[in-house]
T-cell receptor, first 116, second 116 residues
Framework: DTGVSQNPRHKITKRGQNVTFRCDPI?????LYWYRQTLGQGPEFLTY????????KSRLLSDRFSAERPKGSFSTLEIQRTEQGDSAMYLC??????????????FGEGSRLTVL | AQKVTQAQTEISVVEKEDVTLDCVYE???????LFWYKQPPSGELVFLIR??????QNEISGRYSWNFQKSTSSFNFTITASQVVDSAVYFC?????????????FGQGTRLTINP
């Protein structure tokens, strides 16, 4: 499968615990994005990387959230001291850089977080 | 600031009917991309189409067609002769065409149910 891969697909945790999600983008894509989607809403942008550089972060990304892409390939999204409001689907997407593609993002199936 | 509005929260039709999903957007940018994505129950957002703001030509792809009208800031999506497999949540999204602007702004989505 050469699509965007995310794991785990589902995570149930207790409030206050830390969780980490992983995203493996399409191999030739140098841009990687994280979005959050709550029930009945559209995805909201969190952050994006070009290669290993994190170029933009949304104000939605509080200090408890950190994203990395250490080697410019896979990325991790960590949430520390989880709160019930963090319960959502966390979507990863990847794309080619401008000029190399047409701007469309290719999404993974998401990691659903439930905080009890 | 950009905003995308999908006023129809849910639509339910009988198979073989035609159905139109509305999308209205707001942006101060003069050039931008518009997108439609499909989200089936599996959760993965599937790219359907991208349009440039300077290309108002409508597009048809099989049973799908898109009507872009810059004068009314609308980018509507029509499915002709709907099928049960078309059941999903559909999202309209917007992104400016300026360097560094990478985040897609999504509407809230329209849940489409095609009944047999």
């Amino acid at each position: 499968d050469t699509g965007v891969s995310q794991n785990p697909r589902h995570k149930i945790t207790k409030r206050g615990q830390n969780v980490t999600f992983r995203c493996d983008p399409i191999s030739e894509h140098n841009r990687l994005y994280w979005y959050r989607q709550t029930l009945g809403q559209g995805p909201e942008f969190l952050t994006y990387f070009q290669n290993e550089a994190q170029l933009e972060k949304s104000r939605l990304l509080s200090d408890r959230f950190s994203a990395e892409r250490p080697k410019g390939s896979f990325s991790t999204l960590e949430i520390q001291r989880t709160e019930q409001g963090d319960s959502a689907m966390y979507l990863c997407a990847s794309s080619l850089a401008p000029g190399q593609g047409h701007g469309e993002l290719f999404f993974g199936e998401g990691s659903r977080l439930t905080v009890l | 600031a950009q905003k995308v509005t999908q006023a129809q929260t849910e639509i339910s039709v009988v198979e073989k009917e035609d159905v139109t999903l509305d999308c209205v957007y707001e942006t101060r940018d003069t050039t931008y991309y518009l997108f439609w994505y499909k989200q089936p129950p599996s959760g993965e957002l599937v790219f359907l189409i991208r349009r440039n703001s300077f290309d108002e030509q409508n597009e048809i792809s099989g049973r799908y067609s898109w009507n872009f009208q810059k004068s009314t800031s609308s980018f509507n999506f029509t499915i002709t002769a709907s099928q049960v497999v078309d059941s999903a949540v559909y999202f309209c999204a917007l992104r400016p065409i300026i360097q560094g602007a990478q985040k897609l702004v999504f509407g809230q989505g329209t849940r489409l149910t095609i009944n047999p």
